[in-house]
């Protein structure tokens, strides 16, 4: 609303009236008695109703039955026959100015000329007419026409010049007839089928499928009502509109939303573009008279409205009389222009913002407001601009709960951002929705939905955790965006927030481990880098290609968990803790070693994470320690190494798919090893020794060369490799090849191995019992037709990871 949009939105407005796309007629529009303004096409949703149902609407104490059609009878007049029609609205019938059968239907082909009489409009009749449109299948093959509330009778009606009769007002009240008026209109239901049938002319109610237009924005059951407004002719922009996304001028992605931008395209009905709000912007538009004759002048004020207008009078300025639309502008409208209004349209020639950004290259939004806002910005850009306003358009899911669940207040399982940044208590979250009942915003229902939602949700938190702006990110980030639906869950972005906290205190040990170094008498070079400062690299190069690749196609879950998996996972839990014996180790030149990969990994992960979590990167970058000259990044000047995003082509020398085969076995040995002690109750204080046997010569080498760091994360006492003696062991099979055996120490070994077995096959069948019931529920048909996709995807996941752990567990038997 400020000087600087509203000028544009002006602007906007009078060119296109100037151009004749803005007109201004009499037409059924949509209205919503509970907003008490008209809504556009696309705000109204088509609800179908498969059986007789009752529904509680706005204004009416008790709920309004739909899902029956009424068979009822006209009088044929100056004749014993009558004609039955049927209907959804019984109470419409009042504004009837007509009965339609087909020209060729023969059961009324003898009343041509005929005409019936209404039986609530004293002494009058009305014709029954002959159209095309109606179909002799449905019903009796005759129906009524009421130009003033139905869509179609309106355009019937114009082709049979039949007058418009209007019975229902825009407070929803019956008006113009003499028995039922003021009544609200789902009470002159209820009344006026009781005088049919009192009349005898009700023949029959029953159930019938049928749709209802209900408004998007309050719930409440649309009206169609005969309104002076304003419209944009949309036949030539739509044209327009679809050719830049067949030329590819405009990208959509994904791509599988093309078609709903064709259905919106190819959709010729007119936009209407004025509303009856106390807000919004005002049309700039005057109704200017001299005596009896008006006109209608698009104007920035009643100065320039007056001057147009007296070109079309020939008169004077001052001999007329000007008076503004009190109408606003749909937001939509409003909004339509922002892409160009923003950037300083209309006064551009003068805008270097506009001259250099427009048009932009992105727009990111959610796909169910394609139609509503994307569609109106390219039409608009196109015909105000002469170009697309933006080069790509990114359509995310809509953002429903953990469970799959679009958030709404009926269901009450809305979160507020705010509450997850900063953190709420069950009980605040209790004043809270206290607070918006007391103003109106839920009611009674809504806000016990929301007192049970938040007692089943955050009960076990008392509220909602504090997580932070970056960890929300992160965790909105880490979904397919790209997906029908985007489910968000409170636990999993504070476990986010915990990997906020892991990245401090990986700085904080680099930060130490630099402090233990000593002086060196000669540069650390590439060669004095360890197996595992390689493996660490060649994950590095790895995680800065895949987010390279999957941030230029938008699969930001991809992105974001390469990063995690590379941090949390591989430089956190196992690099970090393998690089303790080296800092500690005589020769100081691996410590030198390990600070570098510290120092490489934290900086190139970082800069990664960067447009993901900005916070905490901005704050922990310039604190990575670092060297002169590090012999893994060479840095071209100080500020690449906080600004820039890392490239895929600086590090494919770090790549080792030897190194990484070599580590990934070591790993699982170890991971192995730390199963079998965990199963067999071997603490970290008692250190076994571990037997390796294997022909995988390869391997022998490489846990050789890092007995130290394998014995470190396992806690063992040391490794052989196939060697026998007398010692009691429990073996695990890591591969065709290799198996490894733990030493069991202690009195009571053979208790020890009992309890073990006995944990085993208990938790293998648990296992198993729950994989075959996750197996069961995800072939059902049922599951399949009605949970969202990215639940299904997300159930696939834990499906797979239990089948890796029962493969797991198995190995150990």
Request: charge should be negative; proline fraction near 4%.
């Amino acid at each position: 609303m400020d000087p600087k949009h509203t000028k544009a939105v002006n602007t906007a407005f009078i060119q296109l009236f100037h151009k004749n796309l803005i007109y201004r007629k009499k037409a059924l529009v949509n209205w919503c008695n509970a907003l008490k303004s008209t809504v556009s096409d696309i705000e109204v949703e088509n609800v179908p109703i498969n059986e007789p149902s009752d529904l509680s609407l706005p204004n009416y104490i008790k709920p309004v039955r739909f899902g029956l059609i009424y068979d009822f009878a006209y009088k044929v007049y100056d004749s014993t026959e009558e004609i039955i029609v049927s209907t959804t609205m019984p109470e419409t019938m009042l504004g009837d100015v007509a009965v339609a059968v087909h020209p060729e239907d023969k059961r009324y082909q003898h009343l041509e000329g005929k005409r019936v009489i209404h039986p609530f409009r004293t002494n009058e009749t009305i014709p029954i007419i002959f159209d095309k449109f109606v179909d002799r299948e449905f019903g009796t093959g005759a129906v009524k026409i009421t130009p003033a509330h139905s869509k179609v009778d309106y355009e019937v009606a114009k082709q049979h010049n039949l007058p418009l009769l209007q019975v229902i007002n825009v407070e929803g009240l019956i008006e113009n007839t003499e028995i039922f008026q003021g009544l609200k209109r789902y009470d002159c239901r209820s009344i006026l089928v009781h005088k049919l049938d009192d009349l005898g002319l009700m023949k029959e109610i029953k159930p019938h499928i049928m749709t209802l237009p209900i408004c998007s924005r309050s719930g409440n059951v649309i009206d169609h009502l005969p309104k002076e407004q304003w419209f944009l002719s949309c036949a030539e922009l739509n044209k327009k509109a679809r050719e830049c996304v067949e030329n590819r001028k405009l990208k959509i992605i994904p791509e599988n939303f093309i078609q709903n931008w064709f259905n919106w395209t190819d959709d010729g009905r007119d936009w209407c573009i004025s509303r009856q709000l106390w807000w919004g912007h005002q049309i700039p538009a005057y109704m200017c008279s001299v005596d009896e004759e008006l006109t209608w002048v698009a104007a920035t004020d009643e100065s320039s409205a007056k001057q147009q207008a007296s070109k079309h009078f020939n008169t004077l300025p001052d001999l007329i009389k000007v008076e503004r639309d009190t109408d606003v502008l749909d937001t939509w409208f409003s909004s339509g222009i922002y892409p160009f209004a923003a950037l300083g349209w209309p006064d551009h020639d003068f805008s270097r913002d506009y001259t250099e950004f427009y048009p932009l290259s992105l727009l990111a939004t959610g796909h169910d407001i394609l139609g509503f806002w994307v569609h109106r910005m390219v039409i608009l850009g196109l015909e105000l601009t002469g170009k697309v306003p933006f080069e790509k358009v990114l359509l995310h899911g809509i953002v429903c709960d953990n469970k799959g669940a679009k958030m709404s207040k009926s269901r009450g399982n809305v979160i507020d951002p705010i509450d997850v940044i900063e953190g709420i208590s069950l009980d605040a979250l209790k004043k809270k929705s206290e607070e918006m009942h007391k103003s109106g915003i839920l009611n009674k229902d809504e806000l016990k939905k929301a007192y049970s939602y938040h007692k089943a949700n955050f009960s076990a938190t008392n509220g909602i955790p504090e997580c932070g702006v970056d960890a929300l990110r992160f965790t909105l980030l880490s979904q397919d965006i790209k997906s029908h639906f985007v489910n968000f869950d409170v636990s999993y972005c504070h476990s986010n927030k915990l990997f906020c906290n892991k990245i401090w205190q990986s700085i904080k040990y680099t930060q130490l481990s630099y402090a233990k170094l000593k002086v060196i008498d000669s540069e650390i070079t590439k060669q004095d880098l360890t197996f595992f400062d390689r493996w660490i690299l060649s994950r590095l190069a790895n995680m800065v290609q895949k987010v390279n690749d999957t941030m230029d196609s938008y699969d930001f879950q991809v992105a974001t968990k390469a990063i995690r998996t590379l941090i949390y996972n591989e430089f956190c839990d196992i690099y970090l803790e393998a690089s303790k014996p080296g800092f500690e180790n005589d020769n100081v030149r691996i410590g030198y070693a390990h600070a570098h990969t510290l120092s490489a990994v934290l900086n190139t992960s970082l800069r990664c994470l960067y447009p993901f979590m900005v916070y905490i990167t901005q704050e922990l970058i310039p604190t990575i320690p670092d060297f002169e000259r590090n012999v893994i990044i060479n840095f071209k000047d100080a500020s690449e190494k906080f600004l820039s995003f890392p490239k895929t082509e600086d590090y494919v020398e770090w790549k080792n798919e030897i190194i990484e085969e070599q580590a990934e076995k070591i790993l699982n040995a170890v991971n192995l090893i730390r199963e079998l002690k965990g199963l067999y109750s071997i603490t970290n204080k008692v250190r076994p020794i571990i037997n390796v046997r294997t022909d995988n010569e390869n391997l022998i080498e490489a846990m050789k060369d890092n007995v130290d760091i394998i014995t470190h994360l396992t806690r063992a006492k040391g490794l052989t490799f196939n060697g026998k003696d007398d010692k009691t062991y429990v073996k695990g099979i890591l591969d065709l090849n290799t198996e490894i055996y733990v030493e069991l120490v202690g009195d009571d070994i053979e208790n020890a191995i009992t309890n073990a077995k006995n944990k085993l096959e208990k938790r293998i069948k648990k296992l198993e019992d729950s994989l075959n019931n996750m197996e069961e529920k995800y072939s059902n048909s049922n599951y399949l037709t009605t949970i969202p996709e990215w639940t299904q995807v997300r159930d696939h996941e834990k499906l797979m990871a239990k089948r890796k752990e029962l493969k797991e567990l198995q190995r150990l038997i």
